[in-house]
């Protein structure tokens, strides 16, 4: 297991636990410290001592087995693994020279002391600095804090609001201190990975130039210099674009801190003042405090920062009751009471500010709650997987490829952001979509391939979506390649339909590319940089998705080199949970259980407005009218670069299986696929109904049925598992009975639980109780 990644949000928190993941970095960059400083020595003793030239190449070999690189996450890439074993490597070689007898060194100092001594100075040290810094401002805003958290309520209000602001300065300039410290910390522990072993490899190759009877020891270490070389490149490369991100994470909680603190819907942790009596005395004592929603239970750990970070023993209770406490009831500020269920008394805390007892208020159902509403953060009128998208993409694909696969640095040079917006307008409008020629100078291949990458970026879902994207990440990280490659390549064939035709025509073009890379330098690693974030984008921005993003690219890498087994063959784990057969499959779910709707629309689930109702009503008409705005682009779709996405292209599920029975593939409700009128490929107006016989009736364009059913809860919001919870439908459906509820897609239901009939949840909707179908909805 290596180093734990460090969240900046943690920063804000300043927890016991994030204290003790800091204790582990600043303890691995001692101990990288002190290597680096004998290593300087037994180099310059190397150098300056030949008679003792056998005994110091010893223990610099022994010094280099010895010592283990530790990386940040939870698993190591092929590249990493390389580097780490590449000092074991080193050492050996060195023990081989040993023995040969013939030992010449030149110009080592230059090579391998002076950038080892650089990276101490220029990184460690200044890492050094950084926590010198940070353990100022601790010490400095613990004291202002306490300073100011026993003024007196009586005071002055200016007095009051003048000690506030410094509070809040201090505490502002202390949470930045503690970011770019955190931030620096990691960058150190990334860079040792190629500004530390990059000398080394430096001076074994000088060794090489100048020891005529290692020649053959050199041939023989080529090979997997070539691969180290290669790995430290693409470390170096991965460096750089998670640097960047991380970067940009934390100029964003920098700019906007409250924004990105973690408030999480279960828990409450934080810093609380705790009244106390002791020697009949009452005194101000520090916890750490943890509430838990579910059991309301209150852990409490004795914890000052100042004090080094020594914890003390921890203390719990279930909560009672939570009460405000009035300001003229006591002289200190933001207090409030609780109650316990399992001690007697009242306990009287204080809390950091006003904000922050009404954080902790609302969390424990106190009188002052305050209701946080979800916010859409994604915006509407983005690219879609339709028959234009498709098009489009074919469009600019067969552009790159007729007129640039050979350009330098494809994909990798950005185009000008207003000529590549500007092209994706015209091309994604049906009514300019035939004017744009691909071939006119105008358009520069950079700014056709920045658009495939703006188009891929701008889907309201990445293309390999979020519901598989920790599956994906997961299965790079496995140590056996073969295990990787069969892995994904059963994920791949679980992703929707079109997510699926659209991932397949990219990748044969990448393919492509890489099989140019002698003249293009694309190689498979440097398209695997460019479009595994892109791809496979996280759900939510942290440190530890952001050190995820080598993985991805390792992901497009194995997608890119193994395309045609990925794509051609189907594998058999995807036809079930069991292997079997996919028409028993479709057939034994089609009668026991209500339809699937694993397969998840690329759109924003929204109750309609008013105005858009009638836009619902017509949607069969839009989507046809539509249809026939595409012609344009559709056309020529089928001699075009890649498979899949014009309307006259036959679906890789036909309606109908192998052994004559109707598929119980379903298709999208068009309201969901394609909102506002969006242009898309028209489905069939009438399906089938479910072969449950509780199964409600299915709307004009009924929602998908996936040959895997899963679930759309998580597995951890399984019915059995679920008990008063929320949840939202996804498609729309009418009920049949008297015990079923009628909604349309993103209604909320609420008090959402498991229902003795199986496939259906029980929940309520304006007051009303009644049936859902399980796989209809998907829980908050």
């Known amino acids: 297991m290596g180093l734990p990644a460090l969240e900046f949000s943690d920063c804000y928190l300043d927890s016991p636990q994030f204290r003790e993941r800091l204790k582990s970095h600043e303890a691995e960059l001692d101990k990288t410290n002190k290597f680096i400083k004998e290593l300087i020595k037994d180099g310059k003793a190397l150098v300056q001592a030949l008679k003792s030239l056998s005994t110091a190449k010893r223990k610099f070999a022994d010094s280099l087995n010895d010592f283990k690189f530790q990386c940040i996450g939870d698993a190591e890439t092929d590249d990493e693994i390389c580097i780490a074993k590449s000092l074991q ?33 220029e990184q460690i040290s200044a890492a050094k600095e950084a926590k010198k810094k940070y353990d100022k401002e601790t010490e400095k805003y613990c004291g202002v804090l306490e300073k100011h958290l026993s003024l007196s309520a009586k005071k002055k209000e200016a007095h009051l609001h003048e000690a506030d602001n ?97 408030i999480s819907q279960h828990l409450m942790e934080g810093y609380l003042f705790v009244l106390e009596k002791r020697s009949f005395v009452s005194t101000w004592v520090k916890y750490y405090c943890t509430y838990h929603r579910e059991p309301k239970r209150v852990t409490m750990v004795l914890f000052d920062p100042k004090s080094g970070g020594k914890m003390g023993e921890e203390e719990s209770f279930i909560l009672k009751s939570c009460t405000r406490r009035k300001t003229d009831s006591i002289e200190k500020r933001f207090c409030f009471d609780v109650e316990a269920m399992d001690r007697p008394g009242v306990i009287t805390m204080q809390a950091l500010s006003e904000e922050d007892r009404r954080l902790w208020m609302e969390a424990m159902d106190g009188r002052e709650p305050v209701y946080n509403l979800n916010r859409d953060s994604q915006a509407e009128g983005m690219a879609q997987l339709d028959v234009i998208g498709f098009n489009v993409m074919k469009k600019f694909i067969y552009a790159v490829e007729t007129r640039g696969i050979d350009e330098q640095g494809l994909y990798r040079i950005a185009g000008v952001n207003s000529k590549v917006q500007k092209l994706l307008s015209l091309t994604m409008d049906p009514k300019t979509c035939a004017d744009v020629e691909l071939d006119s100078p105008e358009w520069e291949i950079k700014t056709i391939t920045s658009a495939i990458k703006h188009y891929l970026r701008v889907l309201p879902a990445p293309l390999m979506t979020y519901q598989y994207q920790r599956s994906f990440i997961k299965a790079a990280k496995m140590d056996n390649p073969e295990t990787r490659v069969t892995e994904i390549h059963t994920l791949v064939h679980r992703l929707p339909e079109k997510n699926r035709q659209m991932l397949e025509l990219l990748v044969n073009h990448l393919a492509n590319v890489a099989s140019h890379h002698h003249q293009n330098l694309m190689t ?120 899949g996405g014009s309307h006259s292209h036959t679906p890789r599920h036909s309606l109908t299986s192998n052994d004559g029975e109707p598929d119980s593939r379903q298709t999208r409700p068009s309201s969901l696929l394609y909102p506002k009128g969006g242009g898309g490929i028209p489905t069939s107006t009438t399906s089938p109904s479910p072969a449950s016989p509780r199964s409600p009736s299915w709307p004009m364009f009924s929602a998908p049925s996936s040959p895997h059913p899963v679930s759309s809860a998580s597995s951890d919001s399984s019915p059995a598992s679920v008990s008063g919870r929320k949840a939202i439908a996804l498609y729309a459906c009418k009920a049949e009975h008297e015990s079923e509820l009628s909604f349309i897609a993103g209604t909320v239901f609420l008090n959402v639980h498991a229902s003795r009939e199986p496939g259906w949840l029980e929940g309520t909707l304006d007051g009303r109780k009644g049936l859902i179908p399980e796989n209809y909805v998907e829980f908050l």
């Open 166 to 262: 410094q509070v809040d300065n201090v505490r502002q300039h202390f949470y930045e201190v503690s970011l770019e410290y955190v931030f620096k910390v990691q960058e150190v522990q990334e860079r040792k990975m190629f500004d530390f072993v990059e000398p080394l490899l430096a001076f074994l190759q000088g060794l090489f130039t100048y020891y005529h009877h290692g020649y053959e020891l050199a041939k023989d270490f080529n090979h997997f210099k070539t691969d180290l070389t290669i790995s430290i490149q693409n470390t170096r490369n991965r460096f750089e674009s998670t640097r960047s991100e991380v970067e940009s994470l934390m100029r964003k909680m920098k700019e906007n801190p409250h924004e990105h603190k973690s």
């Open 524 to 643: 498979i690693a440097n398209l695997g940089v460019v479009f595994g974030p892109t791809l496979l984008r996280p759900q939510e921005e942290t440190v530890a998705a952001i050190m995820d993003i080598k993985f991805q690219n390792i992901v497009v890498e194995i997608l890119i080199e193994h395309h045609e087994r990925i794509f051609q063959d189907v594998p058999n784990s995807a036809d079930g949970p069991n292997n079997m057969p996919s028409n028993q499959s479709r057939r034994r779910s089609t009668e026991s259980k209500a339809p699937s709707c694993s397969e998840r629309p690329l759109t924003l689930f929204h109750t309609p407005t008013h105005s858009q109702k009638g836009e619902k009503r017509n949607s069969v008409a839009d989507v046809q009218n539509s249809t026939n705005c595409n012609n344009c682009s559709s056309s020529s779709s089928s001699s075009g670069v890649g498979g």
């Open 89 to 121: 490597e080193f050492a050996a070689v060195l023990q081989n020279l040993e023995d040969e007898r013939t030992r010449m060194i030149e110009n080592a100092n230059d090579v391998l002391i002076l950038p080892l001594e650089r990276f101490r100075k």
